[in-house]
């Protein structure tokens, strides 16, 4: 993740920020600095999808909830608002995805699922948990719904920004025995494929 932080980013700025951003190239600089920190810590999970020639075309990764790190207190004190017991139940041992991403040349073929289940798979938390933009129908929200994500907090604006987000949890055990999820040249919303779609992934 060290090694390959210009890779990570730029998949991200093309996945996000492109699309959400008023200065993704700003936004991409700012992000860069935030994930440093993040990839020095040896607890990190991280699964990358590459391509034959290694060009990297999807990512993801995760960082256990600690007390102090700033997601993990604003969403911990959003939730015990609303009840205590479930701020603790889904975040006191809960996996954190930081991000989860996939160029749009890529998307539609079930790597952002696999990448998500890889991460998942086999790890010692009772819970994980992620935030994501509010529209329910979004390829993104329709990918963690079926996989067991359900909404915690919903149109939730984190501090310094006004854009509604859900934050999502999922309970493990039961993801830890998903199936294999092998990527198709599909679109996977019902879609035919394109001509000249990309090579597949690793």
Known sequence: MQAR???VIGVYKAAFLDHHEADPVRAARDRALHARRHFERPELRAVAAVTADDT???ITYALPG????WWHDVVVEALGAVSVPAAAHWLDDCLEIVEL?????YQGRSIGRQLLRELLRGV?????ALSALEPAGSRARRLY??????PLLSDFQFPGTL????VLGKELPALAEAPAVTPTTGSGDGRAAGAGRPEPVR
Do not use: C, I, M, N
């Open 66 to 69: 600690q007390a102090g790190q």
């Open 101 to 105: 991403h996939v160029l749009p040349t």
């Open 163 to 166: 854009t509604p987000y859900a």
């Open 145 to 150: 719904a079926s996989e067991g994500f359900v």
């Open 5 to 7: 932080l210009d890779d």
């Open 124 to 128: 010692p938390h009772r819970t994980a």
């Open 56 to 58: 990297l075309v999807g």
